[in-house]
């Protein structure tokens, strides 16, 4: 079956510029995350997605991070005025329900940013 | 805040040499769960161990945690080139839903 897809693979923009990147998670997954990884290191949690609940936002880094959910499916994080200490690789990952955190999280390949 | 931290940072073994790493962590858990990632791919699960739990195995994985002393290994038998990744602890923090991730191990086969 398909597994979580994010897009674009690789995006390359200029500082100042806003971004979107997309995920698309499995199909009946209703737990939706993303996370930042920067060169080397674990993964940063930004925000998370549980059905028609309220997001917890608690790990976006700063008001130019927003992120939504349409339908209970895809996912847009959207970065407004990208600053160079952006670039990153964003994951994206979707697990089957609520215990996100005692069960299988399921990754996309990620969106390697690079901001110029 | 980091959670987990593994160690070591890197490891670099023959093929077919048992290779084991370490994660260590702060605070109670409610389970503590493996993941592998390839260089430039996502993370892949690998397993999931609850605190009630010792040890569990799944092909040539064995994974151990010790509560008392806030620690788990992952210990890969006999291995292969295909190894060759890094590999990340992530623990719950008695939180439901959300991970606390190490900064991983890169493990490096040698053919």
């Known amino acids: 079956g398909a597994g979580v897809s994010q897009s674009p693979s690789n995006k390359v923009t200029e500082k100042g510029k806003d971004v979107e990147l997309r995920c698309d998670p499995i199909s009946g997954h209703t737990a939706l995350y993303w996370y930042r990884q920067s060169l080397g290191q674990g993964l940063e949690f930004l925000i998370y997605f549980q059905g028609n609940s309220a997001p917890d936002k608690s790990g976006l880094p700063s008001d130019r991070f927003s992120a939504e959910r349409t339908g209970g499916s895809v996912s847009t994080l959207t970065i407004q005025r990208t600053q160079q200490e952006d670039s990153a690789v964003y994951l994206c990952a979707s697990s089957l329900d609520v215990r996100g955190a005692e069960q299988p999280q399921h990754f996309g390949d990620g969106t390697r940013l690079s901001i110029l | 805040s980091q959670q987990g931290e593994e160690d070591p940072q890197a490891l670099s073994i023959q093929e077919g040499e048992n290779a084991t790493m370490n994660c260590s962590y702060k605070t109670s858990i409610n389970n503590l769960q493996w993941y592998r990632q390839n260089s430039g791919r996502g993370l892949v699960h690998l397993i999931l161990i609850r605190s009630n739990e010792r040890e569990k195995h799944s092909g040539r994985l064995r994974v151990t945690l010790d509560t008392s002393k806030k620690s788990s290994s992952l210990l890969i038998t006999a291995s292969r080139a295909a190894d060759t990744a890094s590999y990340f602890c992530?623990?719950?923090?008695?939180?439901?839903?959300?991970?606390?991730w190490g900064a991983g191990t890169k493990l490096i086969i040698k053919p």
């Open positions: 992530a623990t719950d923090r008695g939180s439901n839903y959300q991970l606390i």
